[in-house]
């Protein structure tokens, strides 16, 4: 088994890879991107972008990166036919993994403090070793986050945009997933891309509008302290009701339109 020192040296390593990319990739988004995105996401109202705080800029950001789609490529397509990086380089193996990438509810089994989390895909029935040094000092077993995972050769990380999930909003995301996604013996089916697209932003709105999304937003530290990005409260916002109109402006009710 590969030491978790190791893994933690790499991690960092291709952390500080993944900034870089995710500061560069949005040049690959146009104006269009982030306005579709933010009223896929309930985030646009009445035209506009609205953020409760900064946790909001992040998600749609990432979604926008790897969910938007033009001519069935998104962002890290695009970059990646525009650049020439060598096969054996550390910044193509997190471009790999970012390619592969895939939104997922984890739920934590086992905590290494100072490492990361051993996790439960409870989407895809598959346990990971997540690491995630600020996520290991504050994550307890049975906590669950609904995260983008990037898949590594002996780890995964996520894209930096996670979203805690109580139990209620849980319960939520499964029965609409069985109702639209389930097959008729109870078993997830096989999506297509756009059905992905579809899933990750149902689970992403239900998040956004629940409670549990005040109890965590990440920030970043220098590089030189050795300090992971940490969890702490955040206030959200007020939570929109299934029959209110919707915020993005079109005139129905929100369970019709951007609401789950």
Do not use: W
Not at 64 to 92: G, K, P, T
Not at 95 to 101: G, P, R, V
Not at 154 to 183: K, R
Request: charged share 25%.
């Amino acid at each position: 088994m590969t030491d978790h020192n190791e893994l933690v040296n790499r991690y960092r390593q291709f952390r500080q890879i993944t900034r870089k990319l995710h500061s560069t990739l949005p040049e690959y988004l146009s104006k269009r991107a982030f306005n579709e995105c933010g009223k896929k996401l309930g985030i646009m109202r009445n035209g506009t972008l609205i953020f409760n705080g900064e946790q909001d800029m992040a998600v749609l950001m990432d979604y926008c990166i790897y969910d938007y789609r033009e001519n069935a490529v998104n962002a890290v397509s695009r970059y990646l036919a525009d650049s020439e990086i060598a096969a054996d380089s550390d910044e193509y193996k997190v471009l790999k993994a970012m390619s592969e990438s895939f939104y997922t509810l984890v739920q934590v089994e086992d905590v290494l403090p100072g490492v990361g989390v051993r996790v439960n895909d409870l989407l895809g029935e598959k346990q990971f070793l997540l690491i995630d040094i600020g996520f290991s000092n504050t994550a307890g077993r049975g906590v669950v986050i609904a995260t983008r995972i990037l898949p590594l050769e002996d780890f995964v990380m996520t894209s930096g945009a996670a979203l805690p999930i109580d139990g209620q909003t849980l319960s939520e995301i499964f029965d609409f997933a069985v109702e639209h996604y389930g097959s008729e013996d109870g078993n997830y089916i096989d999506l297509d891309m756009q059905e992905k697209s579809d899933l990750t932003a149902m689970i992403i709105r239900l998040c956004l509008r629940s409670v549990a999304n005040s109890q965590i937003f990440y920030e970043d530290v220098p590089e030189d302290t050795g300090i992971e990005p940490i969890t702490a409260p955040l206030r959200g916002g007020p939570r929109i009701g299934r029959n209110e109109p919707c915020p993005c402006g079109s005139g129905k009710k929100y369970k019709r339109c951007c609401g789950p």
